[in-house]
């Protein structure tokens, strides 16, 4: 887990993340994460807005997913990817705005693909080596074990499961 950042709310529209870098040392070591960045807040659904919060109240955004996204610098591009790294290990998955009703596990280009399914049609793929590896995550987001049955669709195969 990420010790300089913070899940400060989550709810079925945005999530926000605390910047916990109080230090230059925590930041020289941490340098997507400057001291001026206070919260960062993310939209969930199909497109997402990564707004940053700065200390004095001011803000600036970008946004990916539907049909658009805004280029962005490659050390914007590492604060995205180090807070959605976080949000995954916290268990937030911006493609949903409702639980996690089910799960599935496939073989795509070598890795195993775990697709969790939640209502509104709504899916976040996430990736693993292979493909028990994403059912062993998938049971780690569940909380539980998965009682993992065969599907297969054509030339697709794999394992479904009910959460």
Known sequence: MDKYLKLVEETESIVVVENLCKTPLEVAKNPELPLNYAYFTITKGKKHIFTVTKKDGSTWNFDWGGSSCTMISPSVH????????????????????????EMSVSEMGGEGRLVL??????????YAPSESEAMHKGELIA?????????????????????
Not at 92 to 100: A, K, M, N, R, S
């Open 78 to 101: 590492h604060l995205k990817e180090r807070v959605l790294a976080f949000l995954e290990e916290s268990g937030v998955f911006l493609e949903l705005t409702t639980p996690i009703q």
């Open 143 to 163: 909380g539980k074990p998965l009682d993992w049955k065969p599907w297969e669709n054509g030339h697709y195969h794999g394992w479904e499961a009910k959460v």
């Open 117 to 126: 399914r939640g209502g509104k049609d709504e899916a976040q793929c996430l």
